[in-house]
């Protein structure tokens, strides 16, 4: 039966759906972070809680980076010992700051509150979030699959550098205050 409640489920999805895209693919986004961020959004990536359910009990779902926790989308980008210690670096680096939210929270707040902010400091957040989220699953998957530990620092540093590279080179920063052209070198 058709209602008011039916139509508004029908089109909630699309509509986030739409909201998200505007924050994930914006004027500065690099891609194959962009990309990724996407696949985390939507809750894609086959993190090993989800594995576990196709493949029952004898998988392992610890976490790979604190080895305390069962890896899921929540726990691996923000509450995890190791990635929270990048994120928060990086972020008092940066002089941004984020509300104390799981992932699944999060994403929401961000995608409503800067999804269409087109200033530059607002494209380094998005970039932050973006370029954090592509290196902790990429080391993730080094220390899954190729026995391969890289420590939290070498992590932050290289996340620094990719976006202050991606400034210089692709990234107009003509409106950015002189505080955040100082902690970026550009
Ligand atoms: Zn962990």
């Not at 990086?90 to 800067?114: C, D, F």
């Not at 409106?175 to 970026?184: E, F, G, N, S, Y």
């Amino acid at each position: 039966m058709y209602t008011i409640q039916s139509a508004w489920e029908i089109t909630r999805p699309r509509h986030n759906t739409c909201l998200a895209h505007e924050f994930i693919w914006h004027v500065g986004h690099i891609p194959r972070q962009a990309f990724m961020l996407w696949l985390t959004f939507n809750q894609r990536l086959q993190t090993l809680d989800r594995v576990q359910r196709f493949m029952g009990p004898s998988i392992s779902t610890t976490c790979v980076l604190c080895g305390e926790v069962e890896e899921s989308h929540d726990h691996l980008f923000l509450l995890c010992r190791y990635s929270s210690k990048i994120w928060r670096s990086l972020n008092a680096r940066a002089h941004i700051h984020w509300p104390n939210l799981p992932w699944s929270r999060l994403k929401l707040w961000a995608i409503g509150r800067y999804r269409n902010k087109r200033k530059t400091k607002f494209i380094i957040l998005k970039l932050l979030l973006a370029s954090a989220i592509y290196d902790i699953w990429y080391e993730r998957n080094r220390r899954s699959f190729s026995n391969q530990f890289t420590p939290a620092k070498k992590v932050e540093e290289d996340i620094f550098q990719i976006i202050r590279a991606h400034l210089i080179n692709g990234v107009k920063v003509d409106d950015l205050p002189p505080t955040q052209r100082l902690i970026w070198e550009v």
